[in-house]
């Protein structure tokens, strides 16, 4: 939706600290990947394939990278930029544990890779790779993965800190009032609200 609707800056607004932790990890992937190929080798930790064998369209991408093994060593190598570009060039106050989390999530794409859900890798849930390959009743796809442009818009909203992950409830006091501050004080205008599930609370 960010991609699609090009907010001057967007808010994701989540009550558990791990939704905060893993849009930093998108961040730090993002800003690291030059394309939307190295993205995804950095993301699943997956070394990149011979450029000759990745093709343009994203399913052909992913089916590929589904096929190669995980490498500890690539993983190990990816978390720790990834953990410097958020404490040092960011200098983000995350805490040991903040920490922890964030490896932990790292670890699960690592192990299940493409396939990972929101569950973990199970058949009752679409998978990464199903999501970011669905398409509109027109047949075309929309996300920030559907084309190298779209990917590329997507990094730039990171490199720009364009993209804020906030943690609070929905419904206290607090949090959305303070993104509304946040708007105001920069003269934004709201164009658009998204609502997930949280009629389910």
């Known amino acids: 939706y960010i991609v699609a609707l090009r907010p001057d800056i967007a808010f994701i607004l989540d009550i558990r600290r791990d939704n905060l932790l893993q849009h930093l990890m998108y961040k730090a992937v993002a800003e690291l990947s030059a ?25 052909v991408m992913l089916n590929i990278l589904r096929k190669i093994k995980a490498s500890d060593e690539l993983f190990k190598r990816n978390l720790s930029e990834v953990l410097e570009r958020l404490t040092v060039r960011h200098r983000l106050p995350l805490t040991e ?86 708007m105001r004080s920069r003269r934004l205008v709201l164009r658009a609200f998204y609502l997930s599930n949280v009629e389910q609370y």
């Open 35 to 59: 394309d939307r190929g190295e993205f995804l080798s950095r993301l699943f930790s997956r070394p990149r394939p011979p450029r000759t064998a990745y093709d343009e369209e994203l399913p």
């Open 97 to 182: 544990q903040d920490l922890r989390r964030l490896s932990s999530i790292y670890e699960r794409l690592n192990k299940d890779g493409p396939e990972i859900t929101y569950v973990g890798r199970t058949p009752s849930w679409p998978t990464f790779a199903e999501i970011v390959t669905d398409t509109d009743a027109g047949g075309v796809s929309r996300t920030f993965l559907a084309t190298e442009a779209r990917f590329q818009r997507f990094k730039a909203y990171h490199e720009r800190n364009l993209i804020v992950p906030v943690v609070g409830n929905f419904a206290g006091p607090t949090a959305l009032r303070a993104i509304g501050e946040a």
